[in-house]
């Protein structure tokens, strides 16, 4: 059973920074691609990041491009989501993500992933 496992969210004020940590486990977890997606109150979940199974490509929805970055180390079975110059805009449930299989086609798509973390709070006061 795949277990996804977030953590470091919390309050920040704006033009702060966290790193959020996803703990994976239950399966081989360098052979999957990782991503990341949050969820603002009244909205609907949507792309923030993914990362290839082997780190060499990275994904950013343009909302977050160039202040957030994605890596893994697959030696301890976790991606990281490290976040500055953070936004009220930010404020959300951030959500780690994992496919079922191998094969991803759209990586930024929410229906390729088939498991999913608890989710953590991160929220940016202005």
């Known amino acids: 059973q795949v277990q996804l496992v977030e953590s470091g969210g919390g309050l920040v004020q704006a033009g702060g920074s966290l790193r959020l940590s996803c703990a994976a486990s239950?399966?081989?977890?360098?052979?999957?691609?990782m991503g990341w997606f949050r969820q603002a109150p009244g909205k609907e979940r949507e792309f923030v990041a993914a990362?290839?199974?082997?780190?060499?490509?990275?994904y950013y929805a343009d909302s977050v491009k160039g202040r957030f970055t994605i890596s893994r180390d697959n030696a301890n079975n976790t991606v990281y989501l490290q976040m500055n110059s953070l936004k009220p805009e930010d404020t959300a449930v951030y959500y780690c993500a994992a496919p079922q299989g191998t094969v991803v086609h759209t990586i930024t798509r929410q229906d390729e992933y088939d498991y999913w973390g608890q989710g953590t709070q991160v929220t940016v006061s202005s």
């Open positions: 239950g399966r081989t977890f360098s052979s999957y691609a």
């Open positions: 990362i290839s199974w082997s780190g060499g490509s990275t």
